[in-house]
């Protein structure tokens, strides 16, 4: 005997999937499908109600950048938790709004490695050497949709 729990959806309403939930799932799929380049949204009857493809790092609102981020340390996050967490600590630090603005988040970057160096007496940073350096790297990667890096090799 095995025990399976099932979730059973009620309500067919259709409620399209957050942009972190698209690359989560982007994601997943290029792990055994590296071609697949796009996500078919559809709702419980099989209606298509649209498409998703990756934009590009440099243009994922802030919480699916934050995925991106966290899925790739060594010891990935806890979703979405940390997204929340982080999301906030930024907010503190200065960045404010969803956009995943480049400019903003370098700068941002700049002062959270001077706090990691001990140059800056206030409270530690909302993300470590490791963190600043995945964000850094996924910022300055070109690319979107089917020209979109696939480094998924490289935290395995």
């Known amino acids: 005997d095995r025990r399976v729990v099932a979730y ?16 989560a799932v982007l994601r997943n799929i290029r792990g055994s499908f590296p071609h697949v380049d796009r996500l078919v949204l559809r709702d419980t009857t099989g209606h298509v109600h649209g498409h998703w493809q990756h934009p590009g790092f440099a243009r994922l609102g802030l919480g699916a950048f934050l995925f991106e981020v966290g ?45 990691l160096a001990g140059d800056d007496p206030g409270a530690g940073p909302p993300l470590d050497a490791e963190e600043i350096d995945i964000a850094a790297r996924l910022l300055a990667a070109r690319g979107a949709g089917r020209e979109l890096p696939d480094d998924g090799h490289l935290d395995d």
Do not use: H, N, S
């Not at 059973?8 to 690359?23: F, G, L, S, V």
């Not at 960045?95 to 988040?105: K, Q």
């Open 8 to 23: 059973i959806k009620r309500d067919a309403a259709w409620y399209p999937p957050t942009e972190a939930y698209c690359c």
């Open 71 to 115: 899925i790739r340390k060594a010891q990935p996050w806890k979703f979405p938790v940390r997204i929340g967490e982080v999301r906030q600590g930024l907010l503190d630090a200065g960045v404010a709004g969803d956009v995943c603005a480049e400019d903003a988040l370098a700068e941002a970057f700049a002062g959270m490695r001077a706090a």
